[in-house]
């Protein structure tokens, strides 16, 4: 695979099993440009040591008076500085080949990743660690990738020059034999607190990125309540636990620099010492003194590579163990329910892909959303709606994700089995299709979840709003239907005051919408969904940053556009409750009562404390209520708290819904 060549067709499956196995898996997916590049440093590293014997050969000839022999030594020095200047070219090409074309690997492993997950993925795993992984973790996992043909042609060419040394004088290369292992296994003992103080290091350093990503995006809220220096003083506290973490960890590298520098040293006067003592006895030569001191210097540099190896393994073990533990993420976690699941998944969508629909059902919980009606569900735990919103989109959590929050439960929606097996939550059905068994296309189509804090990416309005789509609902009825007049009024009086040209589509947004407000952002992502038109639409709390006059017209338009889809909006707000054609009301992550927003206010208190924010339930209903129910003033809320003309909280919220 040349640079020239990227992005891959396909990455591959990689083994996540753990980190030593993701990097074996990179390097095995890598195997011709390991070799390429191992080939490669053995021709510069073989040239390289060979000067000793071209040198010891020249220092004999001038000894023995000898100028043939002498010009035959100054040939082959020019011929190995030839091959030493072509090997190490190429060598550092192939090599920076691997590192380059490994890092794009894992990125596209990981944006492949992100893709199925969706914004799942940060509820899984930490947005400080995804940040590491996707930028210094990438780095390091190619690090070690290009160092790995290095350090190959390295131990060839060592082993190579100390069997060469036994043969050609014996005395001296048994030395070095025994020597060279020994510096190389000098720094062992030394490598497992370097890597700790390393992985401390890394870990202190996500902390501080998650932190300064937090403050930075709540930047907004944390100036409105004054809240800067408090976040400012605990980010340069992380600050300084990374720098000591990052002191602590270069000192014991340090340390490893220096035993690789002494100890060769010490084998070097070792040698010299020995080999003087036999050349005055003159039981060797002076050449093949100088040819073995030479060997002995140039071999310091192939074991440079012993250091840089142990170096990049150190630091990329954790980080391809956070970059599996990532691409170990499932959007499945639920096994078969029978033979014909599967052939239910597949005939979901054919070849020609057809959308496929029906009742959408959530079997953890009970939830059950009629097919082409409006079902609101009511969550006194926003936590537990968004989970339940990433289980409705056919996201299932992992084993041992919300444990003892979502039980398991039994039930039957279209003939779909609803049963947990092996303690694992089972994925929502769509007309009795396991959404976790669908091809991922498939149910993305099928069904689109907009979570509580949606992202609007930075460029054009039309840009933002160029998503794929069914082509029935257009651009403009989505932005009506979304109540975003005022929004686009003030893009375009940006986008005069910026460029002179006053169509709002093509107004600029500034990442992730900091320009505008929270209502603002909200009600434009609600256009975004709303233009794709999918077979069922997933809201979770769509306007709760927009006041009651707009979120009234948004109700409205929403039950008009999405006519005869299925659409569940996650909400506690009287105005969209009061539009719904059905309530679910989820209580300790179970579908506790359904029916209309007004029957449930009379019937449910649990639910009317959540809508109206009252008090805990009282032991018995007051008496007042109870003749309030009778006289009829308030029917259908009969709310602690109501005067006799039934004008209390719920009558009052039941009021503005029917005016609304």
């Known amino acids: ?43 510069h590293m073989a040239a390289l040591v060979s000067f000793p014997v071209a040198i010891g050969f020249g220092v004999q000839a001038v000894v023995d008076g000898s100028g043939g022999r002498l010009a035959l030594a100054g040939g082959l020095i020019a011929g190995l500085t030839a091959l030493t200047a072509l090997g190490d070219t190429m060598l550092h090409r192939a090599a920076i080949t691997n590192w380059i074309t490994a890092a794009a690997r894992v990125q596209q492993l990981l944006a492949r990743k992100a893709v199925e997950l969706g914004s799942t993925l940060t509820r899984r795993v930490a947005a400080g660690e995804v940040v590491a992984v996707s930028t210094g973790d990438v780095e390091k996992i190619g690090w070690f990738v290009e160092a790995l043909s290095r350090f190959t042609a390295a131990a060839i060419t060592t082993v190579g020059v100390c069997v060469a040394l036994i043969v050609y004088q014996p005395a ?29 290091q890394r870990e202190k ?73 036999l050349a005055r006895e003159g039981q060797i030569s002076v050449g093949e003194l100088v040819t073995v001191y030479s060997a002995v210097t140039f071999l310091l540099f192939p074991l440079r590579n012993f250091e840089e ?24 976690s639920y096994g078969a329910e029978g033979p014909g699941a599967g052939a239910a998944a597949d ?11 029906g009742d959408l059902y959530d079997p953890a919980s009970g939830v059950l959303a009629p097919a082409g009606q409006l079902t609101a569900v009511v969550c006194g735990d926003p936590d537990l709606a968004g989970r339940l919103a990433d289980r409705l989109g056919g996201h299932a959590p992992d084993d041992g994700d919300n444990k003892g929050e979502d039980d398991k439960a039994e039930g039957e929606a279209g003939g779909g089995a609803a049963e947990s097996e092996s303690g694992r939550t089972p994925s929502a059905l769509l007309g009795g299709v396991r959404l976790d068994e669908v091809p991922l296309a498939s149910a993305r189509r099928a069904v689109l979840v907009q979570d509580k804090d949606p992202v609007l990416l930075s460029g054009t309005l039309a840009e933002l709003l160029d998503v794929p789509r069914s082509g029935a609902v257009t651009v403009t009825e989505a932005l009506e239907a979304a109540q975003c007049g005022d929004v686009l009024d003030a893009l375009a009086q940006a986008s005069v005051g910026g460029s002179g040209e006053a169509d709002p589509l093509h107004a600029r947004i500034t990442e992730r919408g900091r320009s505008l407000s929270g ?85 449910e208190y649990a639910y009317r404390a959540v809508v109206t924010r009252e008090p805990d339930e009282p032991d018995e209903p007051a008496e007042a209520d109870l003749e309030t129910d009778r006289d009829g003033n308030g029917a259908g809320y009969g709310a602690t708290g109501h005067d006799a003309s039934g004008r209390g909280a719920a009558g009052q919220i039941g009021k503005i819904g029917e005016s609304a």
């Open 205 to 277: 350093a996500g902390r501080a990125t998650e932190l300064a990503s937090d403050t930075v995006a709540g930047l907004r809220v944390l100036r409105g309540i004054g809240g800067e220096e408090l976040f400012l003083d605990r980010y340069r506290r992380a600050s300084q636990e990374v720098r000591t973490a990052a002191v602590r960890s270069a000192r014991m590298w340090a340390l490893i620099a220096a035993v690789q520098v002494a100890l060769p040293g010490l084998l070097m006067i070792g040698v010299v010492w020995y080999g003087a003592t």
């Open 309 to 332: 190896i142990a170096m990049a393994y150190s630091f990329s073990r954790p980080s391809a163990r956070r970059a599996a533990r990532v691409l170990g993420l499932r959007r499945s």
């Open 519 to 603: 209502g603002q952002r909200q009600r434009l992502a609600l256009a975004r969904s709303l233009v794709t038109d999918p077979e069922v639409l997933v809201l979770d709390e769509p306007t709760s940053a927009v006041d009651s006059h707009t979120e009234a017209r948004v109700a409205q338009g929403l039950r008009r556009l999405r006519t005869g889809r299925t659409t569940v909006v996650f909400t506690s707000s009287p105005l969209l409750l009061d539009r719904a054609d059905r309530v679910v009301f989820v209580r300790d992550g179970k579908a506790a009562a359904a029916g209309q927003h007004r029957e449930l206010l009379g019937t």
């Open 347 to 357: 005939g979901a969508d054919g070849a020609g892909g057809e959308r496929f629909g």
């Open 1 to 43: 695979m040349h640079i020239r060549d990227l992005p891959y067709p396909d990455p591959g499956l990689p083994d996540v099993r753990s980190g030593p196995h993701f990097l074996w898996w990179l390097g095995r997916n890598q195997l011709g440009g390991q070799v390429k590049s191992a080939l490669w440093g053995l021709l």
């Open 172 to 200: 001296l290369g048994m030395v070095v034999a025994l020597g060279v292992p020994a510096l190389a296994l000098a720094v062992f003992p030394l490598l497992p607190r370097a890597t700790r103080r390393a992985d401390e």
